[in-house]
């Protein structure tokens, strides 16, 4: 049965792709209109997570094999990056992060639960000329506890902040760096959160708006135990920017392969992405 529903969700997600493939292939002969920024632009820029361009991204993810009892955990990431100009040198660039998830039982007694996991915000500083061919922002971590998960399987019940940073460098057909964010709870009555996030990327951009790409998260929990702290995750995918009508969109799949995970971690990852984009 577990590998029945395995296997229903890679078909779901295949079917989606070739969906995305037909949007995108439908595009093709589609002649850019002089001024517009060219689909590779478009996906640099999409990949720089301090870009001065508004964007809606729907990030969907399965995990694989999850908790004692092996399930399926899925998870809907709505992620809206909204620039802000401050002056002529700076920007801030708001990132919050809304997770609708299915959760698995865990153990005997519980069913499969949906709802709001706790929502999250990363607010970035970022200059708008390069530092030493570096773009970079700095700033706060944030994460709200929502409470709408039975059993704590949500998300922890603590309010919780820290720093986050992220450094990265375009050159040529590349795009890569990393993101970086600390988590310290500061209130709440459930264990202290202590969690440390590192997603470094990598992107390598070809003709037409495709790309490769790789940008695993890699997270300390330093409140575990010490044979609990790591999930470290391989893996990557493709994407494309095309159009759909006037809209430009960004889509990818990647897959990941956790060779550390706590026990009740998954083993895979599945992700899949729609992003629209708005350039200026």
Known sequence: MRRQKTMRMLWVAILMSFTSM????????????????????????????????????????SYFETGPKGKTQNAILI?????ITLNEDWNFITRPIIPLVEMPPLIDGQNRNHGLGNVQFQGFFSPKEPVNDWIIGFGAYLEFPTKSGPDGRFGSDNWSAGPAFVALQM???????????????YSGN????NLTSIQPFLN????????????????????ADSSETWTIPIGGGIGKVFKVGKQPVNAAIKAYHNVESPRAGADWQLQFQIQFLFPK
């Not at 459930?190 to 959160?193: Q, S």
């Open 22 to 61: 037909i949007a995108m292939a439908a595009d093709e002969g589609q002649s850019k209109p002089k001024g517009e920024p060219s689909a590779t632009d478009l996906a640099k820029k999409a990949q720089n997570p301090v870009a001065d361009m508004i964007s809606l991204p729907f990030q969907w993810n």
């Open 79 to 83: 992620q809206p990056v909204i620039p």
């Open 171 to 185: 050159k040529g057909q590349w795009v890569y760096g990393a993101l970086i964010s600390q988590l310290w709870s």
């Open 190 to 193: 459930d264990p202290e959160v």
């Open 204 to 223: 390598y951009n070809m003709a037409d708006g495709w790309y490769l790409s790789a940008s695993p998260v890699i997270t300390a929990n330093w409140s």
